[in-house]
Every structure is written in C-alpha cells, then in structure tokens.
C-alpha cells in the first residue's frame, strides 16, 4: 500500500472553492478519496488563527477528520492589509516528509509551489498530485506534478 503524505493550504482551498463555485470544500470526501489511494501517514492543514467559534470548530472538525492543524496568529498590518502566508512552513515539511513516502499531495493552486514539486519529484522519486481548481491554478504549478486532481463536484459540500 502506498503512503501518502498530504499538505493542504487552507486558505488558498477556501478562496479558490468559494470563487469558483460558491461552495465549500469537503475534507472528510477528500480523506475517503485518499484513503483509496494509500495510507495516509501526515497529513497536514496549515490555517490562520482568528480565535473565532466558526473557525475553531472548522479546526476542530479537520483534526478529528485526521489532520495535524498547523495555525499562524491572524496579522492585521497598520495599513490595513493582512499576512498569514504558510508557503514556506508548507514547502519546509514537504520536503521533510517526502523521503519517506511513495506520495505528496498538496491541495492549492498556488504556482509558487511548482518549484518543490518539481524538486520531490527529482531529487526523491516520490510522486506529486495537486489537488486544485482548474480555472484558478496556476499552469506551472499543474506541469510540474504527476497529477492534477481537478477540484469538482464530488469534492464540494
């Protein structure tokens, strides 16, 4: 049975769900397609701490579901724009993690991660799936895998 090391960008899931389809997405769905896959030995959800009841019982929904939740306070900047960008705490334990497994999953469409799945791939031999919404993923974040699992219906609430 493969193992599976899954890493999923909460906030990009969440925006690029709700844009193109109005909908939310299913976590306990995509734990069950997984779970065809392989065994799922890590699984990581990287999210933003806001202290409020709806998120925190989100957080608490992922972590029965199976997912460590790694969380960043909530920065509010004094010109009113936000930071809470887990790209680099995401690319650090793919890279930890993709020794010792056949596959990496990432859930996000963000092109910046073509690069470290590009790397897994060559410098480990593991394979690369992304998860992502098509019309919003980046093009070289898709070249860069060996597959690209189309966001769709059956993975939305």
């Known amino acids: 049975m493969k193992k599976i090391a899954v890493f999923v960008d909460v906030q990009n899931i ?3 769900t709700r844009q193109a ?3 939310q997405f299913n976590y306990r769905q995509l734990w069950h397609t997984l779970s065809q896959m392989g065994e799922v030995v890590t699984a990581y959800a990287y999210a933003i701490r806001r202290d409020d009841d709806q998120q925190i019982k989100f957080q608490d929904a992922l ?10 306070p909530y ?4 010109d009113g724009s936000t930071k809470g960008d887990w790209d680099v705490g995401i690319a650090i334990d793919v890279m930890e993690a993709a020794p010792d497994v056949d ?16 790397k897994i791939r060559e410098r480990y031999h593991t394979e690369a799936f992304v998860f992502g919404v098509p019309a919003l993923s980046a093009n070289s974040l898709v070249n860069s895998v060996d597959r690209f699992i189309p966001i769709d219906d059956s993975l939305l609430l």
């Open 103 to 118: 596959t990496v999953v990432l859930l996000s469409g963000d092109g910046d991660f073509d690069l470290l799945m590009n």
């Open 63 to 72: 972590r029965h579901i199976g997912f460590t939740v790694k969380l960043k």
């Open 14 to 16: 969440y925006y690029t």
């Open 75 to 78: 920065i509010q900047r004094a």
């Open 21 to 23: 389809y109005g909908r």
